[in-house]
């Protein structure tokens, strides 16, 4: 305590620097920790903190029992797993493609195309759900009449929409990532490719044995750090494609969306913050556990 | 130097060039639909839907949005002025942070560090951190609800971090042996060394707060202070029909309009990121590259 206190009025400057920041994590993220005590109760808005009935485990008991948790944790996983394998294989193809083909300009644009979704809101790919499936007047069922087959009413079936969010999803990173792999890519030796010319490969070979090798440690470091936020979903682009259609929520619904819907509309903030504590705990032993493989693998590449 | 190319090499080309064409097309689609959604008039999308190429050009859906803009116009003043102070205010703390915590002479770096790290990793959830907003610090209808909370991002502390460490340690320290104080030493030597930095992260910041709408709609419930995505939102779901001055001069063959204007709202609200996209894309790019850098 007194090194502590001598430290700081060492470097008063500082840790009066520093302050602002902690504060904020301290009021944003440290004492709302303490409010997972939520989770244990039957919540009061009155009562607050401690003032709401004290239940144990039974909103956790409901939640497992109703076969709730597992429907939103298989979504979210299950979504996640697609998200991951998808995005980053095409980023990976894309990567390579690009920095491969000739033609500086072609490659410009396209990359500045591919890159752009990234920077646009959520909303706005609400407003691109809307103009391509909605069912008076979107682009696919104006499609479908023009060719003269029915049309098809996207907001009563569950089917399609899987597809249309892992779509949009791969979408808006698909030039992100590829930025990632392309700059994995660039940090190749050109020694190794004119070796390769030299011996007469072509580019198939040099594709397969020296940028694939290469790239591996990436795209698996990759892969592992997203498994470690599986529980993790993406509220913004499930809540802006599907938004309170009750009717998909079936196939629909991950542990964010869940949690959104009891703070906001079923005012259930008990069963709600269960949810989020599920998922906050089981995360954290994820990533706990991807640390330790990495550790033990690439310690280098180690998180912390 | 071989000028004939390979079969191979050919193979590999066209599978490349169709593959990429077809992703980028892709990638712009959706931007396509949407303008030319806009500029198509209510009548033909009623009759026949929306369309890649309208069949008349019209210019009704924006003009209905701008005969009375000022919904639109608050949207865009909450935006950018939560923008600019967020993204000014954020990186001042950011920047601030990052330095303390990249001085090897300060002994509680590694602690701090990991204090800030933790957020990230465990985290009480939403509903625990909204009682904390709406009940213990009453941010319910408040512009700081949307500035607040994205101020600061651990990950943003971390990059500025490491970005700073690659600046030489001997500048603090011989500016120190001048006698020149901590504070000085940020603001005069430091921070101008960090430029890049700070663009690429003051970029994301303000990306951020442009493309925020998850804020209002937790906390926001006067229209006025709807910031552009929110308000976007809200006309997409038709909660918030756009006030027009048009709904009272109806004549039999003009159909005001409403889903071309969602159409139009659209543009409004995201022009200004396309605009200026080609002038921040690059620095996104060394950003993600300084991302790279581990802590």
Redesign the interface.
């Known amino acids: 305590m007194k090194s502590f206190l001598q430290e700081m009025n060492r470097n008063k400057v500082l840790f009066l620097m520093i302050a602002p920041t902690l504060l904020f994590f301290i009021v944003f993220s440290y004492i709302p920790m303490v409010g997972v005590y939520y989770a244990f109760t039957r919540f009061s808005f009155d009562g607050g903190l401690f003032g709401s009935e004290f239940i144990g485990m039974k909103n956790f008991e409901f939640l497992f029992n109703s076969g709730v948790l597992w429907n939103l944790t298989k979504n979210t996983v299950l979504y996640n797993i697609a998200f991951i394998l998808i995005s980053n294989i095409l980023q990976l193809l894309c990567a390579i493609f690009l920095s491969e083909l000739p033609g500086k300009l072609f490659r410009k644009t396209t990359q500045s195309i591919m890159f752009l979704p990234f920077f646009v809101s959520f909303v706005l790919v609400g407003a691109f759900v809307f103009n391509l499936f909605n069912s008076d007047n979107g682009v696919v069922n104006t499609m479908l009449s023009q060719l003269g087959l029915p049309t098809y009413d996207f907001y009563v079936h569950t089917a399609p929409w899987k597809y249309i969010i892992v779509f949009f999803h791969v979408w808006k990173g698909l030039g992100y990532g590829t930025v990632i792999y392309l700059a994995a890519i660039m940090s190749i030796s050109d020694e190794y490719h004119e070796a390769a010319k030299i011996d007469g490969a072509n580019i198939f070979q040099r594709v397969r044995h020296i940028i694939m090798p290469m790239l591996v440690p990436t795209f698996i470091l990759l892969i592992l750090l997203s498994l470690g936020g599986i529980l993790k979903g993406q509220f913004d682009l499930f809540y802006q494609v599907i938004g309170n259609n009750g009717l998909l929520y079936n196939s629909t619904d991950i542990i964010d969306t869940y949690v959104y819907r009891s703070l906001a509309v079923n005012f259930d903030i008990g069963m709600g913050t269960a949810a989020g504590l599920y998922q906050s705990f089981f995360g954290f032993v994820l990533i706990i556990t991807v640390n330790y493989i990495i550790r033990k693998v690439r310690s280098d590449y180690a998180l912390f | 130097m071989k000028i004939r190319m390979?079969k191979?090499?050919v193979v590999?080309?066209a599978?490349?060039?169709i593959?990429?064409?077809i992703?980028?097309l892709?990638?712009?689609l959706?931007?396509l639909?949407?303008v030319s959604?806009s500029f198509t008039s209510e009548m033909e999308?009623?009759a026949?839907?929306?369309?890649?190429i309208p069949k008349k050009f019209s210019l009704d859906a924006y003009e209905a949005a701008f005969s009375n803009p000022k919904q639109i116009l608050d949207g865009y003043k909450v935006t950018v002025l939560v923008t600019l102070i967020g993204t000014l205010f954020g990186l001042f703390?950011?920047s601030?942070?990052g330095?303390?915590?990249s001085?090897k002479d300060?002994?509680?770096r590694d602690k701090?560090s990991?204090?800030?790290?933790f957020?990230t990793?465990?985290?009480?959830?939403?509903?625990?951190?909204?009682?904390?907003m709406v009940?213990y610090?009453d941010m319910k209808d408040s512009y700081l609800a949307l500035l607040?909370?994205g101020?600061?991002s651990?990950w943003n502390?971390i990059l500025m971090k490491n970005f700073m460490k690659s600046i030489p340690e001997s500048i603090t320290e011989s500016a120190k042996i001048d006698g020149a104080?901590?504070?000085t030493i940020?603001l005069k030597l430091i921070l101008p060394l960090s430029t890049p930095g700070l663009a690429t992260i003051g970029l994301f910041m303000a990306?951020g707060y442009?493309?925020?709408?998850?804020l209002a709609n937790?906390f926001i419930t006067s229209g006025d202070k709807y910031p552009l995505?929110?308000l976007?939102?809200k006309i997409?779901?038709s909660a918030a029909v756009l006030k027009t001055s048009v709904a009272g001069n109806l004549s039999p063959d003009f159909q005001a309009p409403a889903?071309t204007l969602?159409?139009a709202a659209?543009v409004i609200?995201?022009g200004p990121?396309?605009f200026l996209?080609?002038f921040v894309?690059r620095f996104?790019?060394k950003g993600?590259?300084i991302g790279?850098v581990?802590?």
């Open positions: 390979e191979s090499t590999f080309n599978i490349g060039y593959i990429i064409t992703l980028a892709l990638c712009l959706p931007f639909l949407i959604g999308i009623i026949e839907g929306f369309k890649l703390l950011t601030m942070a330095f303390v915590l001085r300060f002994k509680y701090l990991f204090f800030i790290y957020t990793l465990f985290s009480g959830g939403l509903i625990p951190w909204y009682i904390m009940k610090l607040l909370p101020l600061l651990a502390i104080g901590e504070f940020y990306l442009w493309n925020e709408w998850f937790l995505q929110f976007l939102y997409l779901a889903e969602k159409m659209a609200a995201t990121i396309i996209y080609p894309q996104f790019v993600l590259t790279a581990k802590g």
